[in-house]
């Protein structure tokens, strides 16, 4: 009989991925791996009756628990939970905003610190997922490939020899391997060389998205990165060519931001510490200006202007200022200026453990 | 022989008006009073001839050597002044904007201190003037009674017994007494309460303008209030109508910051708050933006929402954020985004005293 987990058990807790910076932290936010699998002897999740989708879920759930990496993972049903705990969990980035939309059978299985998890019955029968700070393609592919390796022993994934995995949608089909990455590039922004860049990444047949995936807006200057083809390549292939990149990626961006600093350093610094004062005074925050002033700080970190705010709390910051985590950091539902004002509480909460304010100026720039 | 003395004596030093807040200091930011006098015996300034306005300089310099209150004065000379340096005297509330224009021989005698002075033709021969903080209208005009008193041991001073003291505008004859005080009304601007108000002071014979007299416009919430009849009333009538009507304005601000308070309190808060962080964080700011933002932490002293930084500071904040002050303090002369940027540092030399260097940087003249 499956357990469902409370939101509750993670509300008060920080992401795994959160607690360390990781390689490159200040602009690299996350890697991610994803691996898309299906089980064989039944239809794709979109043609699937809802006893069967029951039947995946139990299946799943055995092996996870029987896996060495998952054991005690939590699970969460969609169908028992409220929107807003749905919503809560996209803004975790444990499950997709699709999954948090269904109204069938389906759920995620989250390990306890949030690193991994597997999302059952969204569009592929199993969705399996790792996450970690920084930049850490390799790692998050070795862990979501052992996780893959630990659930075959009780569950037949659907293969064909010609394809590879096959999944619901053609563009998952062969690895079913998505690597992604979430990248901050305010730089690139700041000095309009972003479009070009991401049309160049596209023709190399990366996908350039907003935070929450396919068709959301890039908020805060932040980028999610991601392999388009599943099919044709090995998954090292893909891992090493999505590293490559992403660490050409940082140069253009860390060259950008030092070209901004060099044309208008006052300008840069008024930018960052005047978003840093938001976040230290704002009374009413709205989660649009709070994305915005995080960016700002993060550049301001990146470029070595402040040095009293780290990345994990950066990163802590863009997670529980969204709308659903302010809810249930409050403990109620909010709308409008109520949850602007509970927003702006949260935010002043995380940064007030140093009280005093940082005076580091532009020329003590000890390490840039 | 008549000493100039140089802006420099004045730039370090704090005017005596605003070391101390005064009464209901928090939204009277000063009560200044200033007689019009003109010597008998030789015509208006504006049909006096170079010989003679220097006669008139020498005469009244004599008198105020002489009298028991201005005997230290400083003479600021405008003919020797550069333009900067007569700005500085005008955001010093030391001269007028009209005698900051002159081309003619005319100047400012100053009390060490700041709070008294006697404007040399300017429009009148003499503009005999006092200053202090908060609302002290009765101080004031005993002051400049004072001097007026110690002046006229030595000068003539016309006089009609039909008309009173004559004055080159007929709108000063009579006393020649105007009273006025700076005033800062955000909670009457808000509730959109200030415009009738302005129009009921008009009807009881009152003035309103904006910071810096006649035709200018009002910045950051601040007006100034004066008495427009300088006939026909006694000058005790004078001054007891002005603070009766001044203290029902104050009562009138008051009430319309609780009003505005208890409407939308987070976004009071939120306003005073961010409103403390530009000023504390930013690296480049307009002259209208430190005004507008010290406008909003008054408010919020005011409203007891920030006990962290007192009234003299705000005063002194907001004669030192205005563009001569700033090109003073930094040593040079100063435009655009660098004007801006000394602006800053000038206001956060203010507000974080201990840390951050004075306002000057290593590589500034310090004897411009």
């Known amino acids: 009989m499956t357990m469902f987990a409370s939101i509750q058990d993670l509300v008060q807790t920080t992401p795994g991925w959160i607690a360390s910076d990781g390689t490159a932290g200040e602009v690299i936010l996350s890697s991610r791996a994803r691996l898309a699998r299906n089980l064989t002897a039944l239809p794709f999740v979109h043609r699937t009756k809802k006893s069967d989708l029951v039947r995946i879920i139990n299946k799943v759930e055995t092996a996870v628990r029987a896996s060495a990496t998952l054991p005690h993972a939590l699970f969460f049903s969609m169908p028992e939970m409220s929107a807003l705990d749905r919503q809560f969990l996209v803004e975790r980035r444990l499950i997709s905003p699709a999954l948090a939309e269904e109204r ?26 790792t996450i970690q700070a920084g930049l850490h393609l390799e790692a998050v592919w070795r862990a979501v490939d ?4 630990e659930l075959s022993h009780s569950l ?14 053609p563009t998952n089909v062969g690895t079913g391997l998505r690597v992604s990455v979430l990248i901050h590039l305010p730089g690139l922004v700041l000095t309009k060389n972003i479009e070009p ?23 805060g200057n932040l980028f999610q990165i991601s392999n388009q083809r599943t099919l044709g390549r090995s998954e090292e292939e893909i891992v090493t060519t999505m590293d490559r990149i992403v660490r050409q990626l940082i140069q253009h961006e860390r060259r950008a931001c030092e070209a901004v600093l060099h044309e208008a350093p006052s ?19 709205t989660a649009h200006d709070a994305v915005n002033a995080l960016s700002s700080v993060r550049l301001g970190v990146s470029l070595g202007i402040i040095a009293t705010i780290d990345i994990p709390t950066l990163n802590r910051l863009v997670v529980v200022t969204q709308s659903a985590h302010v809810q249930k950091l409050t403990g109620r539902a909010l709308e409008g200026d109520a949850q602007e004002i509970a927003r702006a509480d949260v935010v002043r909460g995380l940064l007030t453990p140093s009280r005093t304010p940082p005076v580091r100026r532009a020329n003590d720039r000890s390490n840039p």
């Open 267 to 285: 300008q840069v610094e008024d930018r960052v510490w005047r978003a840093y004062g938001v976040l230290q005074y704002a009374r009413v925050l």
């Open 156 to 169: 037949d994934f659907a293969f064909s020899n010609d394809f590879g995995y096959l999944t619901a949608c």
């Open 197 to 219: 860049l991401v049309r160049g990444i596209t023709q190399v047949g990366l996908t350039v998205r907003g935070l929450y995936g396919e068709g959301t807006e890039a908020l």
């Open 104 to 129: 069938k059978e389906c759920g995620v299985f989250v390990s306890p610190a949030e690193t991994a998890g597997v999302m059952v019955n969204e569009e592929d029968h199993l969705r399996i997922q």
């Open 146 to 149: 052992r996780i893959d390796t």
